[in-house]
Nanobody, 126 residues
Framework: QVQLVESGGGSVQAGGSLRLSCVVSGYTHRGYCMAWFRQAPGNEREGVARINRYGGTNYADSVKGRFTISQDNAKNALYLQMNILKPEDTATYYC????????????????????WGQGTQVTVSS
C-alpha cells in the first residue's frame, strides 16, 4: 500500500522558516515526479514545487527564491525548506507523487499525481 506522510507543519511568524518532510512507503519513488501542493481555505489546490528523478526542480512564481524542494532517495523522503515565510503562505501543504513522471515532471495538473499525503498545516502570522 502506497503511503505518503507529511510532517513539519506549524505556526510561525512572518519572516520565519519551516521544513516540511514527506516519507514515502509502499514503493520507491525513484523515477517518479514528486511535488508539494498547498491549499488555503476557499482556494484551489496549487502546485508549489516539484522535483524529478534527475533532481531538476520547478517552483511556483510566488515561492521562487524562498522555498527549496529536495529529496533523499536513500530515506525515500521528500523535503520542502520554506524561508522568509509570508502570511499568504498559510495553507495545508500536501506531498504528491506522479508515477508517470519517470522521464521528467509532466506539469502542475493535479490529475497527474496519483498519490497524495494527508496534508500538514502551515500558519504564518503577521
Amino acid at each position: 500500500q502506497v503511503q505518503l506522510v507529511e510532517s513539519g507543519g506549524g505556526s510561525v511568524q512572518a519572516g520565519g522558516s519551516l521544513r516540511l518532510s514527506c516519507v514515502v512507503s509502499g514503493y520507491t519513488h525513484r523515477g517518479y515526479c514528486m511535488a508539494w501542493f498547498r491549499q488555503a481555505p476557499g482556494n484551489e489546490r496549487e502546485g508549489v514545487a516539484r522535483i524529478n528523478r534527475y533532481g531538476g526542480t520547478n517552483y511556483a512564481d510566488s515561492v521562487k527564491g524562498r522555498f527549496t524542494i529536495s529529496q533523499d532517495n536513500a530515506k525515500n523522503a521528500l523535503y520542502l525548506q520554506m524561508n522568509i515565510l509570508k502570511p499568504e503562505d498559510t495553507a495545508t501543504y500536501y506531498c504528491a507523487a506522479d508515477p508517470g513522471g519517470a522521464d521528467g515532471c509532466r506539469g502542475w495538473s493535479k490529475s497527474y499525481y496519483g498519490y497524495w499525503g494527508q496534508g500538514t498545516q502551515v500558519t504564518v502570522s503577521s
